[in-house]
Structures are given as C-alpha cells and as structure tokens.
DNA sequence: AAATTCTCCTGAAGGC
DNA sequence: TGCCTTCAGGAGAATT
C-alpha cells in the first residue's frame, strides 16, 4: 500500500526529527522480514550520526557515516517517530533509538525490509537496474517509448517495470492509464509517441498531486497513537470497478492484468 | 531472453 | 455470532 507518494511523505515527516541525532540503540523483535534483519545492526549504527534521509524509488535510504540503512515498508509497513519508552505493538518489529526519540517500523505483513549497504549504493543489488524516478527529468516521453516498442508487455506492465520507471505501484498504474486514456491491456509496442507523451505527462501529475496530498498528514509521524493517516488523491478508477466512468459515465470494467487488480473505462480507454 | 507465475504474510471482507 | 475461506499486494525469485 505504501506507494512512492507516501514513502516520499514518510521521508519527510521522519527526517526533521532525526537527521544530525545519533543512533543510541536498535532493538529488533522481529527479525523474519521479506529478507532476514542483518543481525548486526545495532553495532554497525550505534554511535553514528543521521547525515541524511533519501529516497530511490521506494526504498527510504538513511544515511550514516559508516553506511547506508536501506528500508523498504513493503506493502503494510509505516515509520513514524515515538517517545523512548514507548510500549511497542504487536507488529511494531524494529527501533532505532535516537536518544529520546525513537524511529520504530511496524509492518504488519512483513513484506518490507531492512538493508544495510556499505560503500556504494548506487551499485547494490536492489538499486543498481532501476529506472528513472518519476518526477526526475530522465523520465520522458522518449524515455518512455523507446523502452515500450520492443517489448510487447502490457502498458500497465510497462509502467509497474522498475526497469522502465520506478514507484509506480498498481493503484497509480491505474489512475495514469485513465488519465491518460490507454486501456491497460494496451501491448506496449502498441503506444505510440503521442501516447507516451500523454502517459509521462499523466504519470507525474498523480504523483505530484498525491504527494501534494500527503503534505497534510506530515505531523501524523511523531504521533504515539495509531497509523499515520494518509490522506490519498481522490481515485478516479483504481477500486471503481462498475462504477460510473467519472468522465462518461460508462460502466467501469474490473479486470485483472498481471495479477493485479485492473479497472478502467472501455470507452474513455483505447 | 522475455514474459508470466509464484512467493512471502496477515488484516479485512465476504459467505454460510 | 463466529468460524472459515478468499483476497489484496511490492517486487524479487522461479518458472515457462
């Protein structure tokens, strides 16, 4: 669930409150994420000091002098910033200490993870072949293009490709492909120039604006109590399968394409 | 080699 | 009311 806009809102709000603090502790609870804790990480980051919090793609990169804390929320993770002392939930699995403040992971379903890379990051494995972020300038139209007409996945495949563009998850692969008028079954060697125009173009606009959105959720991360509250763009197709089209008013259709939940209108979508 | 399917996990939702 | 089944999904791994 965690898509680009919401890691990018996570980075924001954790990183006020950290960055320049030194890590006084990590305590893992639960160490069976998608791929095992490193079980060292509490002397690999005790005493180091928050240089930075980055973000490639999903991935939140907090940066230490030593190394890098590579986290990926998966699909049911969330950061936020507690007190010290703060009794822990079922699922919330790791802490790091900051002192008085506490940067804790919950993740329900366990399918983030936490990664730690020394020299450069660029060249580990999970970074090394990802495309473009989305709202960077590499991410063009001929970008685009050039890298559908040789291949003959689905459009909405060819988006959900880390290799083409990152951070686009299945609920903005819908709204870009509706917004952009191309039915998602649509084979990629089938988009043509103007299409990937309209597609780039689509693709960054729901990203900004949802990012946008979560701008009101920020001071939800230093909260004690509950999950942070993202407040999502309001969704156009993703989750409206049978609803009226909010353009034509024709049935959405429901699908599924790449075992991935799939809707669109079959008359505004060619 | 590219494309598709599988896999991890658990909360939520639906069925009876 | 409550138990059981089904589904959702990020993205790397495995398979076709």
Redesign the pocket.
Known sequence: ???LPEVETTRRGVAPHLVGRRVSAVAVREG?L?WPVPPDLDPCLRGQRLEAVERR???LLFRFPAGTLLV?L???GSLRVVPAGSPPG??DHVDLAFGERVLRLRD????GSLHWVTGDVAAY??LA??GPEPLAEGFTPEHLHARAR?????AK?LL?D?RVV??V???YANESLFRAGIRPTRR??RLTRADCERLTAAVKAVLTEAIACGGTTLRDFVREDGQPGYFRIALEA??RGGEPCPRCGTAMRAV?V????TVYCPHCQR
């Open positions: 669930m965690p898509e069976r998608r793609a999903k991935y990926h998966g699909m049911s079922p699922h329900p379903r366990r399918f494995p999970l072949r990802l040789d291949r003959r996945v689905s495949a959900m880390g990152v951070g998850g299945n609920i990629s060697d993703y989750g599924r790449g075992q991935r939940a």
